[in-house]
């Protein structure tokens, strides 16, 4: 059972334009909401994040809203460049028994901007 | 700072040989480990954490097995690989309050 849905799954953005990427989950118990972006080859970096307790975080050109009684987050990358083209997964997190958190990932983004 | 070393890169083994892929982080004490596996339009997945030397916990049954020997080594190990383990893994650490993750590069292994 998913329960971090990502849509779209893939996504062509103009240079200079807003991309855009959602996110749904279903377990309540997630308290922390991070995005990651990631490069051919290479492992996820966090990219920006939020806790359900703030509505909207924005840090440069990126953006996250979080509507927590709809159970929806997104991310906006505003201004887009090329070089912004990757994947981009978002996750929800959750702490384990016994200690350690778990993140559930989405099924990630693939975001290509276009000159 | 801390950092994160997974290796190797990429690794090619053939069905029923062993496998172990290691990972070390520095720069910090105590931290919490966890190794993924990242399949082709399925995002991450959880294999297993481990908040303590000798403490692991696995998410999925599965081929594989994980150790923690030292506070901040992990090693995730096959006795008899199969063609359906093969896929990019991911090695991972996070403080004692969770929060950020922090991901190794990877390691591609493929079984033939």
């Known amino acids: 059972q998913q329960q971090v849905k990502q849509s779209p799954q893939s996504l062509i953005v103009q240079k200079g334009g807003i991309s855009i990427i959602n996110c749904a989950y279903e377990n309540t118990a997630f308290d922390y909401f991070p995005w990651y972006q990631q490069f051919p080859g290479k492992g996820p970096a966090l990219l920006i994040a939020?806790?359900?307790?703030?509505s909207e975080k924005k840090e440069g050109r990126f953006t996250i809203s979080f509507n927590k009684s709809a159970k929806q987050f997104s991310l906006h990358i505003m201004d887009s460049q090329p070089g912004d083209s990757a994947t981009y997964f978002c996750a929800a997190s959750r702490e384990l028994t016994g200690g350690g958190n778990k993140l559930t990932f989405g099924t990630g983004t693939q975001l290509k901007v276009e000159l | 700072s801390q950092t994160i070393h997974q290796w190797p890169a990429t690794l090619v083994q053939p069905v029923g040989s062993p496998l172990s892929l290691e990972c070390t982080v520095e720069?910090?004490?105590?931290?919490?480990l966890y190794w993924y596996r990242q399949a082709a339009g399925r995002g991450l997945q959880l294999l297993f954490y481990?908040?303590?030397?000798?403490?692991i916990s696995s998410e999925v049954p599965q081929n594989l097995s994980a150790s923690r020997p030292q506070d901040r080594q992990f090693i995730l190990s096959s006795k008899k690989l199969l063609l359906s383990d093969s896929g990019f893994y991911l090695c991972?650490?996070?403080?004692?309050?969770?929060?950020?993750?922090?991901f190794g590069q990877g390691t591609r292994l493929t079984v033939v």
């Open positions: 720069g910090t004490s105590n931290p919490n």
């Open positions: 481990s908040v303590g030397i000798g403490q």
């Open positions: 939020i806790r359900p307790d703030v």
């Open positions: 991972a650490w996070t403080d004692r309050g969770g929060g950020e993750a922090f």
